[in-house]
Structure formats: structure tokens, C-alpha cells
């Protein structure tokens, strides 16, 4: 019997499909919507000051420790804007020039505790007898009460 001789077999030809990329539209990427700054606010408190005569935003400014910039904004002014005697500000204080009456406090003691004068500390706080102070009562310092700038008082 004779068997026929196999044949070699034969490469076929493989071909690879070609891949196109298909188009895309272009699609934009998404933008974080940018929101506006908004101004850090540590401001809890504000009081009210009577203009006196002689004083100015700064001269106010100082008396409780505070940029002019945010009484300007809270009272609608400018640097043009005139103060009349009598004429009522609002001044923004923030929280760190508040102090909170203790045991044993004087108005003199914070006051040296703080390097205030008496008539400053009374003024800012419309105190008009300063030895009535109550434990509790919470005063606005023209510094920051971190500020103690005499620790024997």
C-alpha cells in the first residue's frame, strides 16, 4: 500500500483587520466653576461709636485696634467721606479683641494687663463708671487678648 506523501501545508495568509479610529466629537472638559473670593470674616462682634470731635477713621480705627478698611465698608464710606460730631459708626470687632470679665478684674488691671489707658478702655466700652464691672461682662480691647503686654496685672 502506498501512502501518499503528505503535503507541506501552507501558510495561510492572515490578515489583521485594520481599526480606523472612528471620530469623536470633541467634547470640552469641564470647568470648575470658579467662584469669587469671598473676604475671610472673623469679625463675631460690632459696637456702635458716637464721632467726637477730632476723631477720624483712623483715629477710630486705632482707639479699637482695627484696620480702617472693614469700618469703611460696614458704615458705606470713603477716604472722602466727612464725620460729623455726634455722627453714629459702626465699628467690626474681631473676636480675638474680646475679654471677658473675671474674678477680681479692675478696669485699671486690664487695662495695664493690655496697655490701654482707663479712658480707652471705658470709651470703647461705653463704660461710664468703670468700677462697676461684672464678672462675665465681656469688654472689647483695642488689642488682641493674646496681647498681654504686662503679666504682673
Not at 501512502?3 to 470633541?26: L, N
Not at 464710606?77 to 470687632?93: D, M
Not at 461684672?134 to 504686662?150: A, R
Request: charged fraction near 25%; charge should be negative.
Amino acid at each position: 500500500m502506498v501512502v501518499p506523501a503528505e503535503e507541506e501545508p501552507t501558510e495561510a495568509a492572515v490578515t489583521e483587520p485594520i481599526i480606523e479610529p472612528m471620530p469623536v466629537d470633541p467634547v470640552a472638559d469641564p470647568q470648575p466653576e470658579v467662584q469669587p473670593e469671598q473676604p475671610i470674616q472673623v469679625t463675631i462682634s460690632e459696637t456702635t461709636y458716637f464721632v467726637k470731635k477730632g476723631d477720624t477713621l483712623y483715629s477710630i480705627a486705632r482707639k479699637f485696634g482695627v484696620a480702617v478698611e472693614p469700618i469703611y465698608q460696614i458704615n458705606n464710606l470713603n477716604a472722602q467721606s466727612k464725620l460729623e460730631i455726634g455722627r453714629e459708626i459702626r465699628v467690626p470687632i474681631p473676636k480675638e479683641h474680646l475679654y471677658t470679665v473675671k474674678p477680681g478684674d479692675t478696669a485699671w488691671r486690664i487695662s495695664k494687663r493690655y496697655g490701654m489707658t482707663v479712658e480707652i478702655l471705658c470709651e470703647i466700652n461705653n463704660l461710664n463708671d468703670p468700677s462697676k464691672l461684672s464678672v462675665g461682662q465681656v469688654l472689647i480691647l483695642s488689642c488682641p487678648v493674646t496681647d498681654i503686654k504686662d503679666e504682673r496685672f
